[in-house]
């Protein structure tokens, strides 16, 4: 029956993802699971983030792609260790595929590990992969209906970054109809409004960061 394979999907996938989070415990390890749609700007602010930040929390970064591996190689220039998954067609990253390259970083040396996942608003929020804390990222072009049409990723994350707000004088989107839905979905969920090209924000989200690493 349907209903007990992806049950029984979802319960295999639970168990590496404990395995997973142990390894991470072990090596005192942060780790954040983004979220987003296609264009939303993760890698943009992973760069920014990783700039700003590298001198004072040791990053290292997973890349989830569909196909190439353009991100992770953007990634690389900034110098902080980065390892590409390349689902070959697959909507999300799952515990497995993130345990079959852990021991391709260096994780004693890591502080923040940040798991980029595929651009998707439905399957990754359904997939543990160890992480402590789950971030989606939701840009300015992309409408502000998406709480109430995708409620499970603002369900399951802890924080909801807004990003390229400098674009909102170009927009409708409407930043107090996405807080008010997304609270009502999820009331624990903090919610930072950033541009990862204007930095604007950006100290909030680093604080955020900086609160759980406990810097």
């Known amino acids: 029956m349907k209903i007990k ?17 142990k390894i991470f415990y072990k090596n005192q390890i942060f ?39 353009r991100d992770a190689e953007k990634i690389e220039v900034t110098g902080v260790p980065v390892v590409q998954i390349t689902t070959d067609g697959a909507c999300h990253l799952d515990a497995n595929m993130i345990r079959g390259v852990l021991d391709d970083l260096p994780l004693s040396e890591i502080d923040l590990l940040i798991i980029e996942n595929v651009g ?52 409708d989107f409407n930043i107090a109809k996405v807080r008010k839905d997304s609270l009502s979905i999820n009331p624990g969920l903090d919610i930072i409004e950033v541009s990862a090209k204007t930095g604007e924000g950006m100290e909030r989200w680093y604080g955020w960061l900086e609160e759980r690493l406990s810097i």
């Open 120 to 171: 998707n608003l439905v399957c990754p929020a359904e997939f543990k992969v160890g992480e402590d804390a789950k971030v989606m990222l939701l840009s300015a072009t992309e409408g502000d209906d998406k709480p109430l049409k995708y409620p499970l990723m603002f369900s399951e994350s802890s924080l909801l970054l807004i990003n390229k707000i400098d674009l909102l004088p170009y927009t």
């Open 31 to 69: 780790v954040i699971n983004m979220m987003s749609a296609p264009g939303a700007g993760k890698t943009t602010l992973l760069e920014k983030t990783i700039f700003d930040l590298k001198d004072k929390i040791k990053i290292g970064v997973i890349e989830g792609d569909i196909a190439t591996t």
């Open 5 to 21: 394979l992806v049950k029984n999907i979802l319960e295999a996938n639970d168990r590496i993802a404990e395995e997973n989070r």
